[in-house]
């Protein structure tokens, strides 16, 4: 796909020789204690993550769960937390007409328990439902029961990847242009730029935990210097709950997501920009290349490798954004991304099987992205 | 067209000075070279003139106006450098059509300057490449090219063609000639190749750790250098120099005593002081050297130590009682290594130094 | 050799009746410090948990997790004597056993109040409000008084509505004044009731009106910051917001009053106030559970709990400890106290068991939604309903 | 000195842009400073100065909890850190930006692809790796289980950086007899220092506030970092946030990084490769 | 000492072809310079020597071993880069002694090798900077340094002298010879300067796009260029070639008709199996046309475009009925621009060369 532009496969195509060989052993060797350690560390944790998402498990029953193939994914049937293994059966309810039901996994066998005392009981014939007693067929009345479940069919995780890519698009969009915007400054040689720098990569040294509660400090609306600042500069009239006012919040998360990642990229840019060929600025100088032309044309095209990367792992970051959005804002549906999703099933809820699959399903989603950069940013990772 | 003066101008790096104390004048239009020995400051002159180094002293005027404030992008000159500068992530067609398209030039218009440039370049075929898969003759006119497109008034070239071969490096002299009557722009030009600094110079600035030693035309620099490190510097082979002291010193001429020869050696130079007993250095050019039976027994003598035939040429390194000389012989000569053969040093093609370098204004010659 | 995970905020008072019982029993006692979010803390044992680690014996559980992590924890009716149970508010041991198993000793108690400015109420002329509705006139009447007096910060009534699981207590005792409820005791939900839509239409009209729009988005600690800073005439809280409200450097020391929430009105209305609290719980994977639970029985005990109230301030889960002249003398408004614990709501917790989570998520998710605007109540708490019949299993969870 | 070669307002436009931006990032942790010098109750004000001066908060972070013992469980464990990905993925990087070999794309997609799980989804599978290897609080766990994170980012950046190195000084460094590792090492190192100084200090930074892991994997107040020791700290009850002494926590641990930055950044500097080649 | 063969060697960048089925014998000690034109290949050629590129298909044998597989460490060469290569971040000291210190050599005899070469490079004084604060010839100089301090068995020189000026040209010439002859180590030796090949070469490799064209000493390829591309490529200024048939075929020469000529001119090549009518051209090098006005009245005539004076030798541009001639005239000529001269085309600096460009083969002209 990505890997291997058509002239490295071309080149590719020539009989390697032994020498190139050795070469390539070489590299491997080179690679393997990075390999080792990295499967070490990743291997073990993904593969059980993906196998988990296969399972029932929670969080109390780890250990004897059961394997039910891609349902916490997408199912279509009687949902699966209604399954009581114990029992055998699903404990239904039909929302519509506000009852509840026992279907039996074996026989099929529907009992009406609305009414614990006098329940009702259905036989399945020929796929449709009919009184256990009189016979009387009962139409329609499995229909509510069945219905889409699993994650994909979940309104809050749409609503979660919404808001996922919305938060990742706005924040790092600002984080680049930002980031480049300071790497510059600082590459340009200004007089204390050494202060400069570190005052840059405040934000990035603050811990998350502590930022994020600092600025969740800042901007309460009563107490908080945000409000205090804007109503002081006459910009707002009255304090607006940043956090709380569900058009705001996203937009409160950006902003502090950008403060404190901005550096991040502004560092890596500025690495980039330091280890640019010096001769051909020269020649765009004599030129006569508007310094902005020379940036559009010369500095960003050479920076690019590096920006793709940062941009990359911002991208990874901002689309598996939680600690900041948790601690801000908390469950809101406002601003809950699909980390926050996926810590909630998996945590909060137990349900290690669904969480699991938000978590593979997340990764799924940045991996497409990650896939769509690669390729909207012409990197050619086999090339040199 | 435009004029550039260098007014008492000096360049330090650190403590290092690099340029002394330059003043030169180049006029409008013309094309002026710089040579001089590899480090002597012909690079850091031009990037003077470009605006890419600050002037330490002194001031530097295009077209009369102080420049050491301008930007270089201000200046409307073009550089060609000596370490390429090419835009590693551009095309051979991107690098040189960039300047046209920020001019925002006719995108037809740039086409046809590029493939012009590109045709006269011989890289029609590269258009497409990335400089890392050209080889240096073809990085090295990818930059001439970029310079060429761009029109600008003022030239400035670092060792354009130091990376071709020589029939290639004959053909863009020429071309660089037609560019120079065709656009009429100043070109400034830094060259070690003898022979594209006597061809294109209208006048050649030599320089000698950072300081200019004369400033002339080609023939003049040639016939009549003013100080012996000139004399030694331009023409190839050099010139030979032998130690002697003053013999005589009359109005018509000088007598340079030898070691090792009975009579001194007659030299066309006025003694411009010098008196009779003066240690000077008498300098001869090895194809003013007269070789053969024919020429006065009063002449050096020695034995072959080496002979380079050249095809066109050959040239005679003989150990003479004087000193060593190279003596550039036809290409049809005989003359092997270990014969002995006896020089001529005709008067009027001899150079005289007084020991502080200067030379001795001489009479006869002059640019043919 | 005994690990102890104990909240930090409590750290030195744990610290010591650990020693003591150390020093008495000779053991010797390893403290945790564990994280200050109660989420996080929870996370972080069910990590362990799951995992069958022994290297925590004894946990200190909030009063919503012994159905959580029931499966993990010892029966401890047959480790500590009865006489020693049956000292606690039963509501507490109750909620503390899950199909008839304890799983966990009351440590402290804690519950909702309303706090109020004495100095405010008596500027207006108001008193301790008894329902909601005068709370809201109450706060309106001083809130324009105090903006009017220039101000401008001045909120009526200040509480937790950001989504987490203050909001579900917050919700919880809106709809217990009003006579409503969560869950019902055959496990089925009953929040779609009219008494839930009256508590929460009532305290949907408080946002914006008399609480800040921000309060969306207020824990306790934010809540208290606008209390504490003077802004606020009245306050639902914890008990811990008593001592700072009349710590050194308190603007508002000597002007704050307690008193149970207020009631709702209708059929069933009644003062409440949401249980909280911290219960003691011996891991089923600990290597020495009955040494562990000896000593939660020694933390839990009268006489440490008596130290802890008079040297902490922590409410005694032992009723007779209200009574206690040492322990009322070090903390006089423990006995108004008394009765707001004996009425005290629990979070149908235990009922729910391992999903409460979720049913409190669904709970704070649609009470926030009313109280943000987003929904109205009726359509609200009919969704929330279905959500929960849904989950409950019929009733089963 | 003044940009060369730009107008007067130009450059004003460019001190001003600076400022803001120093403001927008300065600004919060000089609110963290106000704070941390504020008495508790002064926090639930807007107070632009900490007129009161309390540096009870700083005493405070120290008794109680062995908050230095923490700090240097940080430095351990983000120095092995970074050292121990750096020097795994230099060579890594080596390899895959240097030699051209079948699978390359694909190796560097899966190496991204291992920092795109979140972190509460690898939490269970990596607290059972821990445990099984036996480094459950222990220092040397976190190191570990914070090459999840580090690794894939290092080898990225270093591989790109790498790739941008002119091939010729490879070429002048085998003509020398230099091996592959002679050639990272003597000739390719030293020019790296802007990346690597770079990424060493986000990789730092990133091991330093780490957190979940951290909290997870240790247990024992003398094994715990910064972050979680932060989170730990509690006021007087449950609910109480001891801001002041968090806040206070937080400027201490900031200032070792400004430290460090201010130290590391005589390394980046600019123009390391010039003069190399022609080209 | 090491002898080097490529056997049928061909390279490949991706489609294009660079090196085509290359055949060479590099003799053990010997001293081999390879010319041609920008972009033929001479680097790569280079490079694969150096085991810096695979070899796409043939053998490549060092001391009769084939070392298509060898590493580049392992074959005991050392290479001077065109673009310097040089490690930006080492001074010119470290640079040079880098390699040794990689060979584990003595402290004591890395600091003398290095001082040695920075002595004959003449860059004592810069030992302590980096690349950075050195002129491109200074740099070009740190690249030979750096390969004379190894003393390996094989040198590879890639333009060496390119940025250098020609006194300091000429020393480093020597120098080199000097080496090579102390050494006696293999060299391959790639320029575009005349004289350095020239002078230097045991035997020059004439390379175009990629394919050998000749292989021969210096003068045999001066004086028997095979074909028409060898002729013009070496030899400064060019060959000239005239368009025109042959006339006459006998054994003792062949006699070209050229266009506006009433006879045709006499040439003594052999016929070669040309018959007469055949299409062939007629060259001649500028320095062997005679000029002045005892040349027959046969020869071509016409007028002076242009008066190149280098000093030592004038170039006139002449347009002949027959075509565009260059003559080298000697300084002292008085010939100008507009003046109309007579050229003498003596018969045996004739080359006739046939519509393929292969060479007629001369017959009375040896080297000297
Ligand atoms: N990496 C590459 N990819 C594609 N083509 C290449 C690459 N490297 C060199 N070439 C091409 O191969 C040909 C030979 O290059 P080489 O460098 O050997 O030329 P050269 O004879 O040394 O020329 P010069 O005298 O200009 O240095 C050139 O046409 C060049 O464009
Ligand atoms: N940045 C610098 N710092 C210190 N010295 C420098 C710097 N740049 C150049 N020099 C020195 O200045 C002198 C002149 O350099 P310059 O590049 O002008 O020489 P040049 O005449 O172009 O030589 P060449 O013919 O070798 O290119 C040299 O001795 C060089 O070492
Ligand atoms: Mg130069
Ligand atoms: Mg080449």
């Given at each position: 796909?990505v890997?291997?532009?058509?002239?490295?496969?071309?080149?590719?195509?020539?009989?390697?020789?032994?020498?190139?060989?050795r070469?390539?052993?070489?590299?491997w060797?080179?690679?393997?204690?990075?390999?080792?350690?990295?499967?070490?560390?990743?291997?073990?944790?993904?593969?059980?993550?993906?196998a988990?998402?296969?399972?029932?498990?929670?969080?109390?029953?780890?250990?004897?769960?059961?394997?039910?193939?891609?349902?916490?994914?997408l199912?279509?049937?009687?949902?699966?937390?209604?399954f009581?293994?114990?029992?055998?059966?699903?404990?239904l309810?039909?929302?519509?007409h506000?009852?509840?039901?026992?279907?039996?996994?074996?026989?099929?066998?529907?009992?009406?328990?609305?009414d614990?005392?006098?329940?009702?009981?259905?036989?399945?014939?020929?796929?449709?439902y009919?009184?256990?007693?009189t016979g009387?067929?009962?139409p329609?009345?499995?229909?509510?029961?069945?219905?889409?479940s699993?994650?994909?069919a979940?309104?809050?995780?749409?609503?979660?990847?919404?808001?996922?890519?919305?938060?990742?698009?706005a924040?790092v969009?600002?984080?680049?242009?930002?980031?480049?915007?300071i790497?510059?400054?600082?590459n340009?040689?200004l007089q204390?730029?050494?202060?400069?720098?570190?005052?840059?990569?405040?934000?990035?040294?603050?811990?998350?935990?502590?930022?994020a509660?600092?600025?969740?400090?800042?901007?309460?609306?009563?107490?908080?210097?945000?409000?205090?600042?804007?109503?002081?500069?006459?910009?707002i009239?009255?304090?607006?709950?940043?956090?709380?006012?569900?058009?705001?919040?996203m937009a409160?998360?950006?902003?502090?997501?950008?403060w404190k990642?901005?550096?991040?990229?502004?560092l890596?840019?500025?690495?980039?920009?330091q280890?640019?060929?010096?001769?051909?600025?020269?020649?765009?100088?004599?030129?006569?290349?508007?310094?902005?032309?020379?940036?559009?044309?010369?500095?960003?095209?050479?920076?690019?490798?590096?920006?793709?990367?940062a941009?990359?792992?911002r991208?990874?970051?901002?689309?598996?954004i939680?600690?900041?959005i948790?601690?801000?804002?908390?469950?809101?549906?406002?601003?809950?991304?699909?980390?926050?999703?996926?810590?909630?099933?998996?945590?909060?809820?137990?349900?290690?099987?669904?969480?699991?699959?938000?978590?593979?399903?997340?990764?799924?989603?940045?991996?497409l992205?990650?896939?769509?950069?690669?390729?909207?940013?012409?990197v050619?990772?086999?090339?040199d | 067209?435009?004029?550039?003066?260098?007014?008492?101008?000096?360049?330090r790096?650190?403590?290092a000075?690099?340029?002394?104390?330059?003043?030169?004048?180049?006029?409008?239009?013309?094309?002026?070279?710089?040579v001089?020995?590899?480090?002597c400051?012909k690079?850091?002159?031009?990037?003077?003139?470009?605006?890419?180094?600050?002037?330490t002293?002194g001031?530097?005027?295009?077209?009369?106006?102080?420049?050491?404030?301008?930007?270089?992008?201000?200046?409307?000159?073009?550089?060609?450098?000596?370490?390429?500068?090419?835009?590693?992530?551009?095309s051979?067609?991107?690098n040189?059509?960039?300047?046209?398209?920020?001019?925002?030039?006719d995108r037809?218009?740039?086409d046809?300057?590029?493939?012009?440039?590109?045709?006269?370049?011989?890289?029609?075929?590269?258009?497409?490449?990335?400089?890392?898969?050209?080889?240096g003759?073809?990085?090295?006119?990818?930059?001439?090219?970029?310079?060429?497109t761009r029109?600008?008034?003022?030239?400035?070239?670092?060792?354009?063609?130091?990376?071709?071969d020589?029939?290639?490096?004959?053909?863009?002299?020429?071309?660089?000639?037609?560019?120079?009557?065709?656009?009429?722009a100043?070109?400034?030009y830094?060259?070690?190749?003898?022979?594209?600094?006597?061809?294109?110079?209208?006048?050649?600035?030599v320089?000698n750790?950072?300081?200019?030693?004369?400033?002339?035309?080609?023939l003049?620099?040639?016939?009549?250098?003013?100080?012996?490190?000139?004399?030694?510097?331009?023409?190839?082979?050099?010139?030979?120099?032998?130690p002697?002291?003053?013999?005589?010193?009359?109005?018509?001429?000088?007598?340079?005593?030898?070691?090792?020869?009975a009579?001194?050696?007659?030299?066309?130079?006025?003694?411009?002081?010098q008196?009779?007993g003066?240690?000077?250095s008498?300098?001869?050019?090895?194809?003013?050297?007269?070789?053969g039976?024919?020429v006065?027994?009063?002449?050096?003598?020695?034995?072959?130590?080496?002979?380079?035939?050249?095809?066109?040429?050959?040239?005679?390194h003989?150990?003479t009682?004087?000193?060593?000389?190279?003596?550039?012989?036809?290409?049809a000569?005989?003359?092997r290594?270990?014969?002995?053969?006896?020089?001529?040093?005709?008067?009027?093609?001899?150079?005289?130094?007084?020991?502080?370098?200067?030379?001795?204004?001489?009479?006869g010659?002059?640019?043919? | 050799?005994?690990?102890?995970?104990?909240?930090?905020?409590?750290?030195e008072?744990?610290?010591?009746?650990?020693?003591?019982?150390a020093?008495?029993?000779?053991?010797?006692?390893?403290?945790?410090?564990?994280?200050?979010?109660?989420?996080?803390?929870?996370?972080l044992?069910?990590q362990?948990?799951a995992?069958?680690?022994?290297?925590?014996?004894?946990?200190v559980?909030?009063?919503?997790?012994?159905?959580?992590?029931?499966?993990?924890l010892?029966?401890?009716?047959g480790?500590?004597?009865?006489?020693?149970?049956?000292q606690?508010?039963?509501?507490?041991?109750?909620?503390?056993?899950?199909?008839?198993?304890?799983?966990a000793?009351p440590?402290?108690?804690?519950?909702?109040?309303l706090?109020?400015?004495t100095?405010l109420?008596?500027?207006?002329?108001?008193?301790?409000?008894?329902?909601?509705?005068?709370?809201?006139e109450?706060?309106?009447?001083?809130?324009e008084?105090?903006?009017?007096?220039?101000?401008?910060?001045?909120?009526?009534?200040?509480?937790?509505?950001?989504?987490?699981?203050?909001?579900?207590c917050?919700?919880l005792?809106?709809?217990?004044?009003?006579?409503?409820?969560?869950?019902?005791?055959?496990?089925?939900p009953?929040v779609?009731?009219?008494?839930?839509?009256?508590?929460l239409?009532?305290?949907?009209s408080?946002?914006?009106?008399?609480?800040?729009?921000?309060?969306?988005?207020?824990?306790?600690?934010e809540?208290?910051g606008?209390?504490?800073?003077?802004?606020?005439?009245?306050?639902?809280?914890?008990?811990?917001?008593?001592?700072l409200?009349?710590?050194?450097?308190?603007?508002?020391?000597?002007?704050?009053?307690?008193?149970?929430?207020?009631?709702?009105?209708?059929?069933?209305?009644?003062?409440?106030?949401?249980?909280?609290?911290?219960?003691?719980?011996?891991?089923?994977?600990?290597?020495?559970?009955?040494?562990?639970?000896d000593?939660v029985?020694?933390?839990?005990?009268?006489?440490e709990?008596?130290?802890r109230?008079?040297a902490?301030?922590?409410?005694?889960?032992?009723?007779?400890l209200?009574?206690?002249?040492e322990?009322?003398?070090?903390?006089?408004?423990?006995?108004?106290?008394?009765?707001?614990?004996?009425?005290?709501?629990?979070?149908?917790?235990?009922?729910?068991?391992?999903?409460?989570n979720?049913v409190?998520?669904?709970?704070?998710?649609?009470?926030h939604?009313?109280?943000s605007?987003?929904?109205?109540?009726?359509?609200?708490?009919?969704?929330?309903?279905?959500?929960?019949?849904?989950?409950?299993?019929g009733?089963?969870? | 000195?003044a940009?060369?070669?730009?107008?007067?307002?130009?450059?004003?436009?460019?001190?001003?842009?600076?400022?803001?931006?120093?403001?927008?990032?300065?600004?919060?942790?000089?609110?963290?400073?106000?704070?941390s010098?504020?008495?508790?109750?002064e926090?639930?004000?807007?107070?632009?100065?900490?007129?009161?001066?309390?540096?009870g908060?700083?005493?405070h972070?120290?008794?109680?909890?062995?908050?230095?013992?923490?700090?240097?469980?940080?430095?351990?464990?983000?120095v092995?850190?970074?050292g121990?990905s750096?020097?795994?993925?230099?060579t890594?990087?080596?390899?895959?930006?240097?030699?051209?070999?079948?699978?390359?794309g694909?190796?560097?997609?899966?190496?991204?692809?291992?920092?795109?799980?979140?972190?509460?989804?690898?939490?269970g599978?990596?607290?059972e790796?821990?445990?099984?290897?036996?480094?459950y609080?222990?220092?040397?766990g976190?190191?570990?289980?914070?090459m999840i994170?580090?690794?894939?980012?290092?080898?990225?950046?270093?591989?790109?950086?790498?790739?941008?190195?002119?091939?010729?000084?490879?070429?002048?460094?085998?003509?020398?007899?230099?091996?592959?590792?002679?050639?990272?090492?003597?000739v390719?190192?030293?020019?790296?220092?802007?990346?690597?100084?770079?990424?060493g200090?986000?990789?730092?930074?990133?091991?330093?506030n780490?957190?979940?892991?951290?909290?997870?994997?240790?247990?024992?107040?003398?094994?715990?970092?910064?972050p979680?020791a932060?989170?730990?700290f509690?006021?007087?009850?449950?609910?109480?946030?001891?801001?002041?002494?968090?806040?206070?926590?937080?400027?201490?641990?900031t200032?070792?990084?400004?430290?460090?930055?201010?130290?590391?950044?005589?390394?980046?500097?600019?123009?390391?490769?010039?003069?190399?080649?022609?080209?």
């Open positions: 796909m890997a291997g532009g058509s002239s490295a496969r071309v080149r590719a195509a020539a009989p390697p020789s032994s020498h190139h060989r070469r390539v052993r070489r590299a060797l080179f690679l393997a204690p990075m390999l080792v350690v990295l499967s070490l560390v990743a291997g073990w944790p993904l593969a059980r993550t993906v988990l998402s296969l399972t029932d498990a929670t969080l109390n029953t780890l250990d004897e769960a059961n394997f039910v193939g891609v349902a916490n994914y199912a279509y049937g009687p949902p699966l937390d209604a009581d293994p114990d029992a055998g059966a699903y404990y309810y039909d929302a519509e506000d009852r509840h039901f026992v279907l039996d996994a074996q026989t099929g066998r529907l009992t009406d328990e609305t614990r005392d006098h329940p009702i009981v259905y036989d399945r014939v020929d796929g449709d009919v009184h256990a007693e009387e067929p009962a329609g009345i499995a229909d509510p029961l069945f219905q889409w699993g994650v994909l979940d309104r809050l995780w749409w609503r979660a990847v919404a808001n996922t890519l919305v938060f990742a698009i924040s969009s600002l984080e680049v242009i930002l980031g480049v915007a790497a510059l400054a600082l340009a040689g204390a730029r050494g202060l400069l720098r570190a005052a840059v990569l405040i934000p990035w040294a603050i811990p998350t935990v502590v930022s509660k600092m600025w969740g400090w800042m901007y309460h609306d009563s107490f908080g210097v945000m409000n205090d600042i804007l109503l002081g500069l006459g910009v009239s009255e304090g607006l709950a940043w956090t709380a006012d569900p058009h705001l919040a409160a998360v950006v902003f502090v997501d950008v990642t901005t550096p991040f990229l502004a890596l840019v500025l690495a980039a920009l280890m640019l060929p010096g001769e051909c600025y020269e020649a765009a100088r004599v030129d006569g290349v508007h310094p902005v032309t020379v940036f559009w044309r010369v500095t960003l095209p050479l920076i690019k490798p590096a920006l793709v990367v941009i990359i792992f991208t990874l970051d901002a689309l598996r939680f600690d900041l948790y601690v801000l804002t908390a469950n809101t549906e406002a601003t809950m991304t699909m980390s926050v999703y996926a810590r909630q099933e998996l945590i909060d809820f137990q349900n290690v099987g669904a969480g699991s699959a938000a978590s593979t399903l997340l990764v799924f989603v940045i991996a992205v990650t896939v769509f950069y690669l390729m909207a940013g012409r050619r990772l086999g090339a | 067209m435009a004029g550039i003066v260098f007014d008492r101008v000096s360049k790096f650190g403590t000075e690099v340029i002394r104390n330059v003043d030169l004048d180049i006029a409008p239009g013309s094309f002026t070279v710089f001089g020995p590899s480090g400051g690079s850091t002159l031009l990037r003077l003139i470009a605006g890419l180094e600050d002037i002293a001031t530097l005027l295009i077209e009369g106006c102080p420049v050491n404030d301008v930007a270089p992008a201000k200046r409307g000159v073009a550089m060609v450098f000596q370490s390429y500068a090419l835009y590693p992530h551009m051979v067609y991107q040189m059509a960039f300047g046209l398209s920020l001019a925002k030039t037809r218009e740039t046809r300057r590029v493939r012009e440039a590109a045709r006269i370049l011989q890289m029609d075929h590269l258009l497409e490449r990335k400089p890392k898969d050209l080889s003759g073809q990085r090295q006119r990818v930059a001439i090219g970029r310079a060429i029109e600008p008034k003022v030239f400035l070239f670092d060792e354009p063609l130091s990376n071709l020589a029939a290639l490096r004959v053909q863009m002299r020429l071309e660089i000639a037609k560019l120079h009557r065709a656009l009429g100043t070109m400034v830094v060259t070690h190749d003898q022979v594209e600094a006597m061809t294109l110079a209208e006048q050649i600035v320089l750790a950072g300081a200019v030693e004369q400033v002339g035309a080609p003049e620099l040639y016939h009549r250098p003013q100080n012996r490190f000139v004399a030694g510097f331009i023409g190839s082979p050099q010139m030979n120099f032998l002697g002291t003053l013999a005589a010193a009359g109005a018509d001429g000088v007598a340079v005593a030898l070691a090792g020869l009579s001194p050696v007659p030299a066309a130079v006025a003694p411009d002081g008196a009779a003066a240690a000077v008498l300098g001869i050019r090895p194809e003013h050297i007269v070789v039976d024919g006065a027994a009063a002449g050096p003598h020695g034995r072959i130590a080496l002979v380079e035939r050249l095809g066109s040429d050959t040239l005679l003989v150990a009682q004087a000193g060593h000389l190279v003596v550039a012989a036809g290409a000569t005989k003359a290594v270990g014969d002995t053969i006896r020089l001529g040093l005709p008067a009027d093609a001899c150079h005289v130094f007084a020991a502080d370098g200067r030379a001795l204004a001489r009479r010659a002059t640019e043919a | 050799t005994l690990s102890c995970s104990a909240l930090g905020t409590e750290l008072l744990c610290r010591e009746g650990a020693e003591a019982w020093e008495a029993t000779g053991n010797t006692v390893e403290l945790v410090s564990t994280p200050n979010s109660a989420t996080d803390r929870l996370a044992y069910q362990m948990l995992s069958g680690a022994s290297d925590i014996d004894v946990f559980i909030d009063v919503i997790w012994p159905g959580i992590l029931e499966s993990h010892v029966d401890l009716s480790l500590v004597p009865q006489e020693d149970i049956d606690h508010f039963p509501a507490i041991v109750d909620n503390n056993t899950v199909d008839g198993r304890l799983v000793l440590w402290f108690i804690d519950a909702g109040l706090y109020y400015r100095d109420l008596d500027a207006y002329g108001q008193t301790v409000p008894q329902t909601w509705a005068e709370m809201a109450a706060a309106a009447a001083i809130q008084g105090e903006r009017a007096a220039g101000n401008a910060q001045f909120w009526g009534y200040v509480f937790q509505a950001s989504a987490y699981e203050g909001l579900t917050n919700a005792e809106w709809i217990d004044a009003y006579g409503g409820g969560l869950i019902g005791d055959d496990g089925r009953t779609d009731t009219p008494q839930a839509i009256a508590a239409e009532e305290a949907a408080w946002v914006g009106a008399i609480a800040p729009p921000g309060v969306l988005n207020y824990t306790e600690e809540s208290r606008v209390w504490q800073a003077g802004n606020a005439a009245f306050m639902r809280n914890w008990p811990y917001a008593w001592a409200s009349q710590g050194e450097d308190s603007p508002i020391r000597g002007l704050v009053g307690v008193a149970a929430l207020p009631r709702g009105e209708g059929e069933g209305a009644g003062h409440t106030g949401a249980l909280g609290g911290a219960q003691l719980a011996v891991s089923r994977y600990s290597e020495h559970p009955v040494v562990a639970a000593l029985r020694y933390l839990a005990g009268y006489e709990q008596k130290r109230a008079i902490g301030s922590f409410n005694p889960t032992i009723m007779a209200y009574e206690d002249p322990v009322l003398a070090a903390n006089p408004f423990f006995g108004e106290l008394f009765d707001t614990f004996t009425h005290a709501v629990a979070r149908p917790s235990r009922i729910t068991g391992a999903r409460y979720e409190s998520s669904a709970v704070f998710s649609a009470v939604a009313v109280l605007g987003e929904a109205a109540a009726a359509e609200a708490l009919a969704d929330l309903n279905a959500e929960l019949n849904r989950m409950s299993r009733g089963r969870w | 000195m940009i060369p070669g730009r107008s007067r307002p130009a450059t004003a436009a460019f001190y001003a842009a600076v400022a803001v931006i120093v403001v927008y990032t300065v600004f919060p942790f000089y609110w963290a400073v106000n704070s010098l504020q008495t508790p109750q926090l639930f004000d807007v107070t632009w100065f900490p007129f009161s001066f309390s540096f908060n700083y005493a972070v120290f008794d109680g909890q062995p908050f230095g013992r923490n700090i240097l469980n940080s430095v351990f464990v983000a092995l850190t970074v121990i750096l020097a795994l993925s230099l890594a990087a080596h390899a895959l930006a240097r030699v051209r070999f079948r699978g390359r694909l190796l560097l997609l899966a190496i991204l692809s291992v920092s795109m799980f979140p972190q509460v989804a690898v939490l599978g990596m607290y790796l821990i445990r099984s290897l036996g480094l609080n222990s220092l040397y976190l190191v570990l289980s914070y994170f580090t690794l894939p980012f290092t080898v990225w950046v270093l591989t790109t950086f790498l790739r941008e190195l002119p091939r010729e000084l490879e070429d002048a460094a085998i003509m020398d007899g230099a091996g592959p590792w002679t050639t990272l090492t003597r390719f190192l030293p020019l790296m220092g802007p990346a690597l100084v770079t990424t200090l986000l990789a730092f930074i990133a091991a330093w780490e957190f979940l892991f951290a909290l997870t994997f240790t247990l024992s107040d003398s094994q715990r970092t910064v979680v932060i989170a730990n509690s006021g007087a009850s449950q609910f109480e946030l001891p801001w002041g002494n968090i806040m206070a926590a937080s400027v201490i641990v200032v070792p990084l400004i430290v460090l930055v201010l130290v590391f950044q005589r390394r980046i500097v600019s123009g390391l490769t010039a003069g190399a080649v022609k080209g």
